[in-house]
Structure formats: structure tokens, C-alpha cells
């Protein structure tokens, strides 16, 4: 060890060279020795394994004394792999190509799959749920033409081959290492009895950084994990160093510990091998499998001792009786299945670790990433296997078993979807033997004895539903495993060759049979609701029927006739070992049904697809006539029991026995429950005697004592309200049974069509709900929809595309398929709906839109009955099953039926006539073929009805039937109560009927039937005498009135009472005139109610036969109203009354209903068009007429109608929110971009509140403050927006209003404490109440007339008004409630958004907010306009507009600031001021200068500040000498952009025309004298650079500045505008857009009249100047030239302002959805530079936010709420990357606002679960910009919660 201690001291690189030097040397024994030393001393596994010292030593060695960086880049540089392998773990992206894809579990990395070409291919993304593994170059698992560029080229096929010394170091040293893991994870082992999980999870936390460095070294590409599979894989470096050497005495310790936890690794324990010993004496051999040894495992052995008492507590004999039962290997060649494990190497090892760690992630990461490794594949899925019923037997007890199911199937998908591989392990390692082994080995643990049938001697058991072991699935990845081989054909051969294989696999299958049995309760309802059925038809589902479709896939041709032939074998062995071990003989048990009879479906399937396509011939697989009957009882027992449930004959066993029966047909059960039921039956039905199967049916569905003449009877088993329901069930499931096709004939193709109609015809559904409805065939995951008819073209063929519309209520609509006219008129099949729906509501659903499709195309207006539809003719083997409706019982049936319904007995229904029709019909398209046989004399005698001469329907429907005894209660009608009659003739008569009388007994014609079939041999069979009906049943208590014969009188035939059924619905009597039949126009049968119906049959009946034509005309000629039974009781009497007296009602009801509807309609009608009161009471006035009335208001809350008042005010509903929408605005027209790469960025610069925020700051620099703020705006960014709904109430009615909502504990969407409500009419969401003036509502009269008074006049006035201060209102409850708003004003928005100023809170900064307030709801109405006015009129936002209201509130509060006269801008605005002396404060800082001021901001201050209400005369005013100014500032600006020669040039042009008289209102003069005053002292010009003068290359024409000029006071003359159309209510006229200035520059009376040729207006003539213009604008120009402390430059920024920004729009986005999810699902975080785990976006400003991530969190409040303060001033609008949708934060509330991508067929997938690609959605995608700028996504969007700051 000397040597060992010495080269631990020395540097670590250095020791590495000097090793790796002495092992390449030809002599390197001593090399190797040191080496060995060294490892051992660093490698002991006795030092703790967090100790990381270890790892570096192992990384300097095996790099050889180069960095180990180094050493991994050179040995990349011999990557030979041509697979990819990428190994993933759950909620990993990748991405699934079914085009390209072999097996259908194939995926591909990100990477791979962008980089190969899948255009137009049928792929989809998904999130792995278990992990994986990328297969791109693997051509076993997918086609070649699908592999990426890089694995295309197979670069690794010629790459220089490895130099040897580079790898040598590792060769030597990883041995060691991996020994040293695997010693810990010995050490580190305890079982888990004695331990918790915590201390496996240590154990494994501890070893995280040895584990991460093997996965390291499998990155490193193939050379690397070539050097370890040798390692892992070599028995002899296994056999010397796992013992450790002799003389250590810890690795002996732990090769003792490793052998210990061997010990339990084989299926069986060794104890319980001893117990099976002893039990295998009293054991019957097996049937197929040789008398091998038999181990038995029934209640296995307990593992721990509190387990034993546990089992024998609950049933000590059950166990036995188990232990008899169940076989657990049927031949000793699986014995090695069920030993303990050896190991012969290191991988086997560590595999068995990794298991008994119960599969720590990152042990399966490196297990996997070794895969690309050919050898290594091989020996590790042989591995596998081997260690296969240890894994399973792990996963039994574990207690995280998700997780480790994941991990498994994670492994096992990428082993065994190889057929290569799978077929190799099959054959050598008996895969199939163990799986099989295994998963009986598994459900035995929960087995329990099955109830069905005879409780007390059944010796069969089924599996326990409600054990974890069913309820976890816990089951699955074994299931999964065994489907995935079953997938492979070589595999599937080998399994359906060996039989003893295939009875172990039946006896497994039967444990499933018979199993979660249901029980009806009788008397009370059930207490616990047991929800073991979703267990039970899960397990059915995977475990038996999928491996099953697995099987059938490959049994398509005739070659593999043997398979078919042997499982069938099988199956009917197996059901009549089930029929003899529960005691089954012919009867079931009543009150019993059991959903899962999976014995009997593999038997049907495997019998349809031998017929279908392997040609067998049915009757060489099917057994006698008495197993027949046995099979069918159970299936038909379902099937009444579906009809029970329906009828709420079950409702005591609680909802959960409705979901069985819905599970049971639902789309993803059906194909592998109730179609092989009804397919069976069918079979059964076509080789029984017919008679025999009707009467089962009857009574099966407990009606046969319904089916009687007389019109009252006993039911011993249903009570009266469900006797109509079951009738109905039992006539639905024969027409079902007789036309249904699915199994007996159609093709594919015409299945898929089929089924596509019926759920088209039940609703229009979207594309993916379609795929999910239609029941898939074979197996569910492989996507392979059989047929050559695709499922695109199919639903082409059938249904037409609905785009995805816009409803105007915002909800989302998506693309929808519905049925095109023809399929309705031709194709749509009631049955199929019938059979398929989940739902009884989607039956009456497909009947209306039939209905309303019939109405539309003018074919039928009444109620139409189900169409008949012809069927696809039966395949030859199945024709049996026509007999069903040539035999006497279903005839008598009929008859007995017509009858009763034409006699309006009780519980008779029009669905009955239908369906009782429907049969006549499809007996009449059917015919049997005459064979000659069938006309044999003796079956009359031994038939002892003689109610039909044969079975033939077309001679049994003229048939005259005379009279019928029948059984009733004394008390019936029929009953008679005369004296026999007195003369002769009438008494011979009467005898001779007593003879002919005919009598009816379901009952005894299925005993007797029965009865034959086993006596067959005996000749009594004839005389077998008849027990009464009445005997075999139940007699109810309390005793019912005797029974007494009667013989009633009938004289009818079926056709008879046709015609008569025909009258009776058309309510005429002589409805069919004797000739009809030759008049009858066929074409219009096929659609219409019950008349068309027996016309149809009538027609069709007549035309198959003379002698039916005949019979009609006969009846049609003497036919006379029906005359009912003479002695009419008082009960009937009751019933039709009754009937009567409820459609009474139903109509009242309708009627009412609709009145209900049409008020409601009319009341929205008006609500939505409320106009604001002002607005209205504008309209009314005429330009002479002064209406001097107060506004009258109504209150929604009380329903009173008065003024507003100052001690009772009322108040307008509105909605207060902040909006940044202003601020977003660009100066482009175009959107701008989503960066989806690196170098996109989006710059926040150019947006309208950035540039305000910019100038303001500019000018807080150089100007005093107070003056700063009034002359800009803000609340571009987070200003307030003010909308209403129109609706007032009184303030006091809203406070107790508001109380009621408080006390009111239902969950609302909005919160009551921050003032919320909704409006108690619209119920539109609204947050505070805004009070309305006293008084008038616009200005009427005195206030409006026009005025004569000249300019100087009004302005003067205009100053008094200005200094006049307000009347300070008096304290009233008025002034409190406008002071309240004002405060709920400033909450809406965030304090940052407020102050502006230097000093907080002061007046300045409160008279700034107040007057943005106004300006930017202004800006937004002209927003919500499109940007002008050309389009006049009130908009529909004005309608709704409460500026009015808002502008006299924000008066009332401003007036409480008077501007200092000093300053008072209207004095510079209006006058020449003389200069004034420089007062000695040289350091006050200037005011601003008026060419720098903010026109409209001055404009409001003045309307605002001044008394209200303000005459129009004066606003005027106001406007004019604004415009001057704003005017001036056009041309100061617009001189600012001339070339230095166009300036001189304008400027001489100009100073020639100022003497001209009009010269004040000229362009050229005034821009002359601009240009010259600007150019004084500190000019602005001096900064002209030569950039500018490239930017005016072209010349200025006069038209040019015109243009320009207009556009520049366009915003003034819109915004004052809008703000006189709300404080006059004058009308805006519309206009084309080229005028609007003139319309504008008329309508604010800056233009007399609007001159003729309108295009010639100069803004000049607008011009009213109240003094000198030149004087004036000198005095504005030398504001700014003499400016001492600022720079020109500055000084030219803020002349030159933008006033143009165009409409708000969020970010444009890409049209392909992939390009943003694969650029941001895994961009980091800019916060806290992680991958978020669920990235969003903010669609305004394109910045990028974690959704609820803990790691942004800022106070508590989360990134997406923060950065909706922030951007939106609290709204948001984020795309949430991982799911495609977008969510809306709104304040403190959130809401899903649906997604703006939409795949091909124009349908959302939110969450991406359907992974198909995605396009933007353009008119969504307008819509919601348009919810977005106009305010309104709380209006339209209902679905809102509350977020609590966690977004």
C-alpha cells in the first residue's frame, strides 16, 4: 500500500500522465499494480459517498493527465453512433410522426423531427408522460425517409478508428468504480418493511454525483460506451471483483447483504415453495398443460405476520378453495420464471438494484443512453426480461407505483417495440412464458369467489375491483408491455401456436368474467355508492381486450385459419368450465348483471373475423344447440338490464349503475363490449329456433304478461310505469338485433361511414371530437382506421366544413362537420343513433335536427317518424337470422300489439308503433328463401297455436284472426255479465268458437321449445304437458282479483288493423279510398310520420303480393270507424282524459313560454340601445322650441322615474378601470413583430407614452414646474377610462343594493368590498356610480342660440369668466357623492401614474390627473371611432357616453384650483403683453413657452376651470384662439423641416404678401414672419445638419404645406369636436375623409359655411385673430428664441411634436404556432434565468414572463399580475406558451379568453394535448385587439376568478 499512499500526495494530473505512460508500456504488470493500489485506497466504499474526492481521482485518471473537458471533446471527435438515442423524462416535448413511424410507440427529439422532413405528414407533438427515447436512425421502428439530416447520413460509418491508449485508462479504472456504486447501493439497501422511503431517497441523494458521471460518459458518444458495455457485460471482471478479495472484511460483509436481498427475488419465496410443495398433492392437472409441477399460489404465504391475521380473519375456507382453483404454470418448463435470480455480470446487477431503488430517474437515464450500443441492447433487454417478474413483483408492493410504472414502461417501450428484439428475447429467454406467468401471478393476489348465479356452490373467482391493484391500474405497464409485443406478427405467431400457453391465457381471462357483479336493490336505497366499476371496465378494456384486438390484427388471411380455429377451441372450453363452476343450467339468476363477459367477446370476435376474412364456415365453429342457448343468456341479460336501467328500475343502487351502462356503449368501450354482445346474439339468434328466441327476449325484458288482447293485466314483476319503457327496450333491441350489420357484412369502409353519420347526425362535432367518437378498430393507439377509405375522405364525403364563426356575444366558436343534405335524405339510420348514444337526450337531439332539416327542404312539416333505412345485404353464414321475423311468435307479438294500440290500452306509445313497424317492414324486405321443408305438416300438429296457418309474414299479415281467449281480472271490461244465450243457433255458434279460440303463453312455447331440444331422442316430446304460466311465478301480496277466462271477439288480420291504425292517426274515417294503392306516388315515402309509414308497408306488401292487393282493396272498401269495446270502464275513461287534459297543459305551457321569450326579447332589444339621457333629450330639441323640463331619470333598483336632485341624486352605472391602451400606440402603421429568434428585439421607444414621458421630463428640466404641468397630458399610460352601461339608479339604492350584494354568500365573480357589482338590468360589471347634474340635460335655449357679439367682446368675457370664482357649492349629499367618485377616480389607477410633478400630492399634480382624465376619455372615443370622425353620428360608444356627467364632475372639483391671473395662459393667448422687468429672481425657472404647450390639455383646463355651464358662445371662443396657436405651432414645426434655401425662399415669398389685406390669414405671410422671428437670437435653425436637409430632398409645394398644416391641427379640431358633441349634444355629420377638416373647421364655427368646391380650403381662413396676428405670434416665437438656458437642439424637440399615432394594435404574430412554442418553451427566464414551466408572453409588449413561478415573485405578488400592473396598468394579455391560450388579467380578477391558434380544421387544443399544428386565427385575433382597445373584456367575457397575485 506504500506505493498506493505515496501517489495519492502527489498532484493528481501529474500521477494520471505518469500512469497512463507506465500501462502503455509493452511490459505494464507494475503500471497495472499501481494503479490497482491506488483505485482500491480511493475507491473504498467504507468513506461516505458524499465525499466527492473520489470522483476527481476517477476523472484525472481516466482522462490520462489531460483536463477531463479535453478529454471528452477528443473522444466526441469518435462518435460512430447512427442513432440518435436522445433519452428523456416526463413533460419533455417531442414529437410523433405516423406517416414515418413502424411502431406505433415511435418518437422523435425536437431536433431530429425539425431537422428531417415531415411536411404533410400525419405527426402530432406531445408531452411525454412516462419519457423516452429519440429512435431517429433506428430503421427497425421507423421509416428511413423520416431521419433527420444528421442520422440520414450515417456519418459515423467512416470515421478514423480509435487511437487505443485513449480509452485505456478508462478500461482500467471503471470496473472499479462501478463496483464501488453498486457496494453502496448494497451497503445502502434496507428492505422496506423495516424502512421508510426516505431512507432509499438518502441512499440515492448521496450517490448523485457518481450516478451523474456515468451519464456523463454515456454522452460521450459511441467509442465511450463501447469501453462500458465491455465493462458492464464481462462475467469475468464480475466474478473477481463483486465478491471483494478474501481478505476484506467489509466486501465480504457486503456480498453477504447482496446475497440476502437475492434471496426474495423469485416470484415465489423459498417458504412459500415449501407450503406449494405440500399443496400440490390434492391438485388436478391441468387440463392441456401435462401433468407438470404445479405451483400453487392462492392466498401466497404472508409476508409479515400482521398480514396472515388479516387474510384468515375474512374467510379461513375461501382460501382453500382458492388454492384449489387457480393454476399457476401449467408445464415445468417455466419453472425458471419463478426461481431466485443469479447474476453473472455487472449489468445484471445493477439492473436489479435499480429495481429494488424502485427505479431512481437517473439510473434509468444512463441505463437507456447506453441503448445506441448494439451489444449492449441485446444483453440489456435480455437482462431485462430476465429480472421480469421481479420488477412486477417490486411494483406490486411499492407505494409510489405511478412512478415507478413510468420508469418501467419508459424502459420496456424501447426494448420490445423492436420485433427484431422482441422476437429474439420471445424465443430464447420465454418472454411470452413469464409475461403470461406474471400477470396471473399478479391478479391472483386479489381474487375473491364470484357471486354470479349460485352464490353458495360457485367455484369460480373473479378478480377483486376494489383491491389497489385494479383500482392504481397498477397493472398497466405489464399490459402495455404484452400488447406491445403482441404488435409484432412473429411474436403473435408464436403465442397463438402454443397452446398450453394460450389455456393459461383463457384461464387468466376468466378471472375477469363475471366480474364487479351488480345487484338490484329492492327495498332501500344503497348506502355507499362503490365507484369500482371505472376499475373493472378498465381492466376489461387493457387487459383483455386489447391484447385480444392485438391477436385478431394478425389473423386476417386464410393461412392463419389454424390460430382462429385453436382460440375458439379454447373459448367455448374455457366458457363451459365457467357455466359448470357457477352452477349455470338455463335460468340466470334473477336480479343479477354483471357488464364483463370478456370470454364471451374473444369468442365473437374470433368467430366474425373467421367468417369475415379468414372464410371459415360459422358452422364449423360453433357448438351444439345447448351451449348455444347457455352463451346467449348472459349477453341477453345485459341487455334487458341496459333497459332496466332506463326504465329506473335500479335507481337504489345509486348513479354509478347508470355510468356502467353508459360506459358500456360509450365510444371507446363499444367495439370491445356491447358490438361483440349484439354480435353473438345475433349468432345465437340465427341457429336457434326462432319462436324460442322471441319468447326468451319477451321475457327476458319481463313484458309477456303485458302481451295480452284483453285491456287489463297482472305483471308479477314490473310495476305499470315501467311496463311501457321495457316494451319499448324489447322492440328497440329486436330491430336493433335484426338490422344491425355491423359484424354480418359491411364492409370497413361502410362501418366507418356508419358510425360517422350517427355522430354527425346527433350534433355537429369538431374534427378531434369525431376522432375520439368513432369507435377505432383494431387497437386504439396505432391510429390505423381500417378500410381503404381514409377518415378525411370519409368525412369529406359526408359532412360539410363550418368555419369557425364569431358570435356576437364573444364566445368562441369552433370549427365544426355537419351532415350534408344528401346524408340526412339518405342515409341517416335511427338505430345506429339508438345503439350509440351515451345519452338518451342525444337520440331526441339527431330526431329534431332531422326534423328541422325535413322542414327546411320542404319535404315534411309535421313531426317525423324515424326514416327506415335498407340494409346491406346479410352475409350467407348469418342468413339464419331472418327466420327471427318469419315465426309465429314475433307475429303474434304484432298482432297482439296493433291491436292493443288501436284499442288505446295502456302503456302503448307511438315509439312501440314505431318500432312494432319497423319490424313488419324489415320482414317484408327480407323474405326467407322457400325451401321446400319448411312447409312439413307436422309442425302444425306439435305447434298447438293455430293462430298463424305458417311462418311466412307475408301470408300471416291477411290472416283473419276470430277470436282469442284470453285470462283477465274479474273486474276487466271484457268480463261478460249477461245470461248465456238463449236460442240455439247463437249457442252453437257460441261452442264453436270456444274451439276456435286462440291462446297465447310465451312462457309455455320457450319451456316446451326447451324442453324438445334436450328430449330430443324421446318421442314424448309432443305430449310434454304445459305447466300454467301462472304457476311459475311469483304472486305479489295482498290478494288481486281472481283470474278468469274470457273470449273475446277480434275479427281482425295484421292488414286490417293497419288500415285501421291509418285512419285512426289521419283522425278521418275512410282515409285509403279503395284505388289508393294505384295512385300512390312511392317516391315521397321515405320521410314522414306514422301514415307514410303503413302507406309505405301497405304499398310494399301489395306489391309482393296478388293477394294482399287484393285483401286491401277489400278492406279499404268496407271499412268502418273502429268501435270501441262496448263496455267502456271508467278507468280507460281516466286515462284519456288525462292524456287529454296533460297536452291541454303542455300547450298553455308553450304558449306562455313563448310569450316569456318574445318580452324578453323586446326588453333586450331596448336595453341595448339605451340612449345616455343628455343625448336623447338633445335630439328632441328643435331649433326653435326650448325645453326648459329637468332630465328625468329612471332608477333600475326601485323602478321610480324623477330628476336628480341635490339631496337625492342619481347616479350613472359605470365601470372605472385604468388603461395604458393610449400609451401602446406607434407612429407606424404596421403592427410591430413577435421576436421568435435571437435577433428580434422590440424596441419600447417609439410608443405615444414613452415619447410623452420623454417630453414632460425635457421640460421639468428647464420650466417651472406648476407651468410644466399644464402643458402637457397624461394617462397615455395608465389613465383612466370611464364607461357606462347607460342604466341609473339612485345613490341610496345603490348603497343597500350593494349591502345585499355583501350579505350574499354565493360565489360572485367580482369582488363587493373593492365596490364591484353588476348592473341589476344588464348585468354588465361595473365598479362605482357617477353622479348627474341638477338641472337640464344640454344646454338648452339661451345657452345655444347663436351670437352676434364680436371677437374682442367674447374673448374679454371669456377672461372675467376665467377670474370669476366658482360658487363654492354648499355641503349636500350631492357634493359628497361627486367628491367620493373623484376618490374612486384616483384608485383606479396606480399612485406612478399620478404624480408627475416634483412634489407629490401637490394641487398641480392633482389639477394634471384631473384634466387627463377628460383628455383621455376624449382620446379613446375617438380611438373606439377609428382614429376620426368621418364616420359622425353617435357612435355606439357614444350612445353609452358619460362625458357629460364626467366632465361636471371633474368641473366640480377643478374649480376648486383658480389659475393665478399672472400666469393665466389666455392672456398670452389674447394679448400683446408689454415685456416685463426681470423681477431679480434670475434662478426662477421660466414658464413654458406657448409654442411648446399642449393645445387640446390648454382647451380642457379653460372648459373645465371656467363656470359651468359654459355658453356655447364662449367655447367658441375658447377654440378660435386656440386654434390660432395650434396654428402657429404647424408652422413652426413645419418650418423646422425646410432645407435652409426653402426657408430663405418662403420667407422673402411671404414677407411680400403681409401687406395685403387679408395677410392675417395666409399661410405664406405668416410662415414668412415664423421663420423670421425663429431665426433671431438663439435660433433654432443653427442645428440643421445635413440629415434633415436628405430628408426634405423633395421640394415644399403649397399644396404640400397645406396638407401638412391641415394634418397637424387635425387631433385639436377632432378632439374639441367630440368634447362640444358632449357638452351640446350638437350632431357630428359624417364625412368623406378627404373633407374632414372643412366639416370639422364648419361644425366648431371656425368657417362660416362650407365653401363650394370644398377641396380648396386653407387652414389659414380658419383664422380669428383677436389682435394683431404678427404681434402675437412675435411674442410667442421670442418665448423660445429667448430661452437662455437651453440648447437649440432641445428647444427643437419640443417644437416639432407628433401629434399623429395611429390605432393601438397588440404584436403581430406568427401564422405558424410552432415557431413561438419552439423559440419560448425553452428560452430562460430574463428574471431569474431559468426555463419557466409555463412561459407566457405579453401580447402588447412582447415581454416574456413566468406564469405563477415562485422564482419572480416580487412581494408576494407573481411575474404575469406585476408585469400587467406594469405594462397594461392591470390588464394583461398573455399567451401561455405550453397551452396555447390566452389568459386575461383584468385588476385583481383573471379569465381563459380562448386560444387565437386553431389547427386545420379550425378547433382550439388548448394545453397542446392533440399536439397537431396550429395557424393563427386572423379574426380572433382582431377580435380580441378590438376587446383590448375598446375597454371591454369584462362585458364580454363571463367566466372570471379571482387570481390572488399568483399568475
Partial sequence: MMAASLLLRRDKKATAAHLKADLNRADNSSGVRQLQELLDTVLNPETPAADTEALDWCKCLIAGGEGFEEFCKTVRSYDNATLCGLVWTANFVAYRCRTCGISPCMSLCAECFNNGDHTGHDFNMFRSQAGGACDCGDSNVMRESGFCRRHRLRTGENLPSIPRDLLLMSEMVLPHFILCIIQYLRDGYVEPDTSTERDLQKVLQQLEPQISFLEELTKMGGAMRTVLTKILTNQQTFKELSMGQEENLYAKKNYDKYLSALQNSGLVSVEEKAQAAAATADVTVGAEGGAGAMVLLGTTAPESPDESSKEEDQDAGQSVGQRKRVKLSSSTKDQCIIETLKHKCFLEELLFWTIKYEFPQKMVTFLLNMLPDQDYKITFTKTFVQHYAFIMKTLMKSHESDTMSNRIVHISVQLFSNEELARHVTEECHLLDIMVTVLLYMMESCLIKSELQDEENSRHVVVNCSEALLKNNTYWPLVSDFINILSHQSVAKKFLEDHSLLMLWMSFVSFFQGMNLNKRELTEHVEFESQTYYAAFAAELEACAQPMWGLLTHCKVKETQEYSKTVVRYCLETLQIWFDSIGFIDEPAPNQVTFHLPLHRYYAMFLSKAVKCQGLDLDSLLPDQEMLMKIMVHPLQIQASLSEIHSNMWVRNGLQI?????????????????????????????????????????????????????????????????????????????????????????????????????????????????????????????????????????????????????????????????????????????????????????????????????????????????????????????????????????????????????????????????????????????????????????????????????????????????????????????????????????????????????????????????????????????????????????????????????????????????????????????????????????????????????????????????????????????????????????????????????????????????????????????????????????????????????????????????????????????????????????????AKKLPTSDEEHIYAADTCGVAHDVRLTLMQSFFKDSSCLQSVSIGWDGGVYVQTCGHTLHIDCHKSYMESLRNDQVLQGFSVDKGEFTCPLCRQFANSVLPCRPGRGTEAGAWHTPTNKKTFVLVKEVQDLQEKLGPFTTESNLSKEMELVIKDIKNTTQKKYMDYGKNPGSPDNDFLFMYSVARTNLELELVHRGGNLCSGGASASAKRSCLNQLFHVLAMHMRLYSIDSAYNPWTKLTQVLQAREADGFEDERPE?????????????????????????????????????????????????????????????????????????????????????????????????????????????????????????????????????????????????????????????????????????????????????????????????????????????????????????????????????????????????????????????????????????????????????????????????????????????????????????????????????????CEERYRVLEQQWGSHTFDHINKRWGPHYNGL
Fill in 658 to 1230: 347508470k355510468g356502467q351502462a353508459m360506459t358500456y356503449v360509450q365510444s371507446h368501450f363499444c367495439n370491445s363490449m356491447i358490438d361483440p354482445d349484439i354480435y353473438l346474439l345475433q349468432v345465437c339468434a340465427s341457429r336457434l329456433d326462432p319462436d324460442y328466441f322471441i319468447s326468451s327476449v319477451f321475457e327476458r325484458f319481463k313484458v309477456v304478461d303485458l302481451l295480452t288482447m284483453a285491456s287489463q293485466h297482472q305483471n308479477a314483476v314490473l310495476d305499470s310505469e315501467q311496463e311501457r319503457p321495457m316494451l319499448e327496450g324489447a322492440l328497440t333491441f329486436l330491430v336493433i338485433l335484426t338490422s344491425l350489420r355491423v359484424h354480418l357484412g359491411m364492409t370497413d369502409d361502410e362501418i366507418l361511414r356508419g358510425e360517422m353519420v350517427s355522430q354527425l347526425c346527433m350534433n355537429d362535432r369538431t374534427h378531434s371530437a369525431l376522432l375520439d367518437l368513432i369507435p377505432e378498430n383494431p387497437n386504439p393507439k396505432s391510429g390505423i382506421v381500417p378500410g381503404s377509405c381514409s377518415f378525411e375522405e370519409m368525412l369529406s364525403a359526408v359532412a360539410d366544413f363550418k368555419a369557425p364563426v364569431f358570435e356576437p356575444g364573444g364566445s368562441m366558436q369552433q370549427g365544426m362537420y355537419t351532415p350534408k343534405a344528401e346524408v340526412w335524405e339518405k342515409e341517416f339510420d335511427p338505430i345506429m343513433v339508438v345503439l350509440r348514444t351515451v345519452y338518451r337526450r342525444d337520440v331526441q337531439s339527431a330526431m329534431d335536427r332531422y326534423s328541422a332539416f325535413l322542414k327546411q327542404s320542404g319535404m315534411h312539416t309535421g313531426n317525423p317518424w324515424p326514416p327506415y333505412k335498407e340494409r346491406t345485404a346479410l352475409h350467407p353464414c348469418y342468413k339464419g337470422l331472418i327466420r327471427l321475423l318469419h315465426c309465429k311468435t314475433l307475429h303474434i307479438v304484432i298482432f297482439t300489439l296493433l291491436y292493443k294500440i288501436w284499442m288505446d290500452h295502456s302503456n302503448m306509445s307511438e315509439h312501440v308503433l314505431c318500432m312494432v313497424l319497423y319490424l313488419i317492414e324489415l320482414g317484408l324486405d327480407n323474405q326467407v328463401q322457400d325451401n321446400k321443408e319448411d312447409e312439413e305438416p307436422c309442425i302444425e300438429e306439435h305447434c298447438h297455436d293455430s293462430w298463424f296457418p305458417g311462418t311466412n309474414l307475408l301470408s300471416n299479415l291477411h290472416h283473419v284472426i276470430n277470436f282469442v281467449r284470453v285470462r283477465v281480472p274479474e273486474t276487466a271490461p271484457e268480463v261478460k255479465r249477461e245470461a248465456p244465450p238463449s236460442t240455439s243457433t247463437e249457442a252453437s255458434s257460441y261452442g264453436q268458437n270456444l274451439r276456435e279460440a286462440q291462446v297465447f303463453s310465451l312462457v309455455a312455447e320457450r319451456r316446451r321449445k326447451f324442453q324438445e331440444i334436450i328430449n330430443r331422442s324421446n318421442t314424448e316430446a309432443t305430449q310434454v304437458v304445459r305447466p300454467k304460466s301462472s304457476s311459475t311465478r311469483w304472486v305479489p301480496p295482498g290478494t288481486p282479483p281472481q283470474l278468469v277466462t274470457e273470449i273475446l271477439e277480434i275479427r281482425e288480420s295484421m292488414l286490417s288493423l293497419l288500415i285501421k291504425l291509418h285512419q285512426k292517426l289521419s283522425s278521418k274515417q275512410n282515409s285509403l279510398s279503395e284505388t289508393w294503392l294505384e295512385d300512390m306516388d312511392t317516391s315521397r315515402h321515405t320521410h314522414g310520420d306514422g301514415i307514410t309509414a303503413i302507406e309505405r308497408i301497405l304499398t310494399k306488401a301489395a306489391a309482393r303480393s296478388c293477394q294482399i292487393k287484393r285483401s286491401i282493396q277489400d278492406i279499404c272498401g268496407k271499412v268502418c270507424p273502429p268501435v270501441p269495446p262496448k263496455k267502456n270502464s271508467p278507468a280507460d275513461k281516466k286515462t284519456m282524459d288525462k292524456e287529454e287534459r296533460r297536452q291541454r297543459a303542455r300547450e298553455r305551457q308553450q304558449k306562455l313560454l313563448a310569450e316569456f321569450a318574445s318580452r324578453q326579447k323586446s326588453f333586450m332589444e331596448t336595453a341595448m340601445d339605451v340612449e345616455s339621457p343628455d343625448t336623447e333629450a338633445a335630439m328632441d330639441l328643435g331649433g326653435s322650441e326650448v325645453m326648459e323640463s329637468e332630465v328625468l331619470y329612471d332608477c333600475v333598483i326601485c323602478g321610480q322615474s324623477g330628476p336628480s336632485t341635490e339631496d337625492r341624486p342619481t347616479g350613472l352605472v359605470v365601470l372605472l378601470q385604468a388603461s395604458s391602451v393610449l400609451g401602446h400606440r406607434c407612429q407606424s402603421k404596421e
Fill in 1488 to 1816: 413654458v413657452p406657448m409654442l411648446f404647450r399642449d393645445i387640446p390639455s390648454l382647451l380642457i383646463i379653460f372648459v373645465l376651470t371656467m363656470p359651468q355651464p359654459l355658453r356655447k358662445e364662449h367655447f367658441t371662443c375658447v377654440v378660435k384662439m386656440l386654434y390660432n396657436l395650434q396654428f402657429t405651432q404647424a408652422l413652426a414645426a413645419l418650418s423646422t423641416k425646410f432645407s435652409p434655401e426653402e426657408r430663405q425662399a418662403w420667407s422673402t415669398s411671404g414677407a411680400l404678401k403681409k401687406n395685403v389685406a387679408n395677410a392675417e390669414t395666409t399661410f405664406e405671410a405668416l410662415l414668412s414672419h415664423v421663420i423670421g422671428e425663429l431665426s433671431e437670437d438663439k435660433s433654432v435653425y443653427k442645428v440643421k445638419t445635413e440629415e434633415t436637409s436628405m430628408l426634405s430632398s423633395s421640394v415644399w409645394s403649397p399644396q404640400s404645406i397645406e396638407f401638412s398644416l391641415q394634418q397637424f391641427c387635425l387631433p385639436f379640431l377632432r378632439l374639441s369636436c367630440l368634447l362640444q358633441h358632449h357638452l351640446y349634444g350638437d350632431n357630428l355629420t359624417g364625412c368623406p375623409e378627404e373633407e374632414e377638416f372643412v366639416s370639422l373647421a364648419v361644425c366648431l364655427e371656425l368657417l362660416p359655411s362650407a365653401p363650394q368646391p370644398s377641396n380648396i380650403v386653407h387652414s389659414a381662413w380658419c383664422l380669428n385673430w383677436a389682435v394683431s396676428a404678427f404681434g402675437l405670434v412675435t411674442q410667442w416665437c421670442t418665448e423660445v428664441t429667448g430661452l437662455t438656458r437651453m440648447q437649440a437642439e432641445q428647444s427643437l424637440t419640443l417644437l416639432v411634436q407628433e401629434p399623429q399615432w395611429t390605432a393601438p394594435r397588440l404584436l403581430q404574430l406568427p401564422d405558424n404556432y410552432n415557431i413561438i412554442f419552439q423559440y419560448y418553451h425553452r428560452k430562460a427566464c430574463t428574471a431569474c434565468k431559468k426555463v419557466p414551466k409555463d412561459p407566457a408572453l405579453c401580447l402588447v409588449c412582447g415581454a416574456f414572463v413566468c406564469l405563477k413561478g415562485v422564482c419572480c415573485k416580487q412581494q408576494g405578488i407573481c411575474e404575469c399580475v406585476l408585469h400587467s400592473q406594469h405594462c397594461g396598468a392591470a390588464t394583461g394579455i398573455f399567451l401561455l406558451i405550453n397551452a396555447s391560450v390566452i389568459i386575461i388579467i383584468r385588476g385583481h380578477r383573471f379569465c381563459l379568453w380562448g386560444s387565437v391558434y386553431l389547427d386545420a380544421h379550425g378547433e382550439e387544443d388548448r394545453d397542446l394535448r392533440r399536439g397537431k399544428p396550429l395557424f393563427l
